[in-house]
DNA sequence: GCCGTTTTCGGCCCGACTGTTTTCAGTCG
């Protein structure tokens, strides 16, 4: 039982709920645990069956506690099968059409007993659902155009998917007449690897004049709503976008607000109710006088805290941390010497080691890895691509070509290259490219054995997701850590876009250990190399500095698996 | 249902927009 699962309950739980009618608070605090139990590092099945005591989690009490241990032992909640008995599943479904919500589908329900989408499809046709009070005919037609849309909802925009867009509607509004400051604000501007949409900023003298144009941007599908100070809109690509306009004064505080994350505008609401202040997107305000506003940083200065980069906004001890300043001071992209993963062309890559060394200067980088794939069969292969980097080598000054190999580990922790060849290369990343499905136990003492190999430097994106499509193996994240730390071994944050693996929260937890990290592109081609940007978006949001982060060294030479 | 060095009871974010109304409930972010 995943921590995903265990949260996918409680949500379905509190939406059920929901529609039953219950008490509005008992339905946030399920989905307050739901979302708390989604960003543990730590498998909960591990802790219940450590005896570990629950109720230390935020938002986990006493009787959330309690079911949490009844889904581990019998992998389910008696309470939700109940619910499940009492409403059809299709009611969950339902929930997913915009502008639809718990209230309607009780009315709904009580009102017209349907079990299926047909059945709810073919009485919006019989125009059965607009006579209905507090129906009408425009949220009948809106119910029958999501029905028919219902099965592609849920999916999220990579990062580097939402990226284009957001940069074409940024230099797109930029010249919106009479719009004065732009941010591109929400997750992507806390750079989490999905979006669910995107959200953005202004400020301007004639607010209105700015949605109008907002609307007319050329990409719309869909007009959602267009009001005074915001508007709604659908993309070609299906990505939604909300647009929001105030007042220059009010910039600062409605940036904050639409920038989010959700838990960490909550927290700093309720840090303002004890100190008997109000922050809503219009400011922070102490009875009817405007304490900050005009810019994010007054915002936090006025709590007496550090200015919280949009990253760390996930209500994961940045305020705590804020206020006693000992915020890490993140790394950078510039902060980034060298690329330490890269394919060439004797494997999966496209570009010759020569073209990639060349390219890799101009990037400004002082030294960088190519760590080809090579099964034990390779042998002659090997000793060409060493000749190659030996050769590249003698013609620099100022850069240098390190020897790396990437090497499969194979079911029982070895690895498939034999030591003597290991010896020859410089950097050795283990990658798990089999046998992805074994027990948590055997798949950690597997990864354990390997990171014990002297030859093995770092173990490749480690948990082996895929974003949205594959989770990966089950590791016991607190015996690699350990592992990793005794033995001197290393974390590779991969920047692949659907990777970005090891991700935020567990890099967070394995730099409590003191392991370092190296950020690496893992490119199989020349613009594959610039996508070391969102693994730095990663290893910020991971809490990560420059001295966190090995690749940040200037100098190759003293990296820790250079032997000469 | 969770939370709390002012609380073990009484709070729990709040403003904009839409579509239904005839002054406001529901939904969303």
Known sequence: MTNKEIAKIFEELAQLLEIKGENSFKVRAYLNASREINALPYSLESMVKDGKDLTKLPNIGEQIAKKIEEIVNSGKLEKLEKLKKEFPPVLLDLLSIEGLGAKHIKTLYENLHFSTVEELQELAKEHKIRTLKGFGPKLEDKIAKGLKLLKQEGIRFLYAQAEPYANELYKYLQIAPTIIRLEIAGSFRRKKETVGDLDIVASASEPQKVIEYFTKFPKVSQIISAGDTRSTIVLENSLQVDFRVVKDEHFGSALHYFTGSKAHVLEIRRMAQDLNLKINEYGLFSNDKNLASKDEADIYRAFGMEYIEPELRENRGELKSAKNKILPKLIELGDIKADMHIYS???????????????????????????????????????????????????????????????????????????????????????????????????????????????????????????????????????????????????????????????????????????????????KSLEELHYIKYGVNQARRGWLEKGDVLNCLMEFKILPFISS
């Open 345 to 523: 062309n004797f494997s999966y890559g496209e570009n010759s080691i020569e073209e990639i060394a060349n390219y890799a200067q101009e990037m400004g980088y002082k030294y960088i890895a190519i760590t080809d794939h090579f099964g034990s069969i390779d042998t002659n292969k090997i000793e060409q691509y060493l000749k190659e980097i030996d050769k590249l080598n003698s013609t620099y000054k100022d850069f240098k070509i390190i020897k790396g190999v990437e090497n499969d580990i194979l079911e029982d922790g070895s690895l498939a290259l034999n030591n003597n060849t290991l010896s020859k290369f410089d950097i050795v990343y283990g990658v798990i490219n089999s046998n992805f499905k074994l027990p948590k136990n055997l798949q950690s003492a597997r990864l354990i054995k390997a990171i014990q190999n002297p030859y093995l430097s770092l173990i490749s994106h480690i948990s082996n997701r895929v974003i949205q499509q594959d989770e990966g193996i089950e590791l016991n994240y607190k015996e690699i850590f350990n592992a990793l730390k005794a033995n001197n071994k290393y974390l590779e944050i991969n920047s692949q876009p659907n990777r970005l693996d090891i991700n935020d929260i567990l890099a967070k937890e394995a730099k409590k250990y003191g392991i370092k990290f190296l950020i690496n592109s893992s490119a």
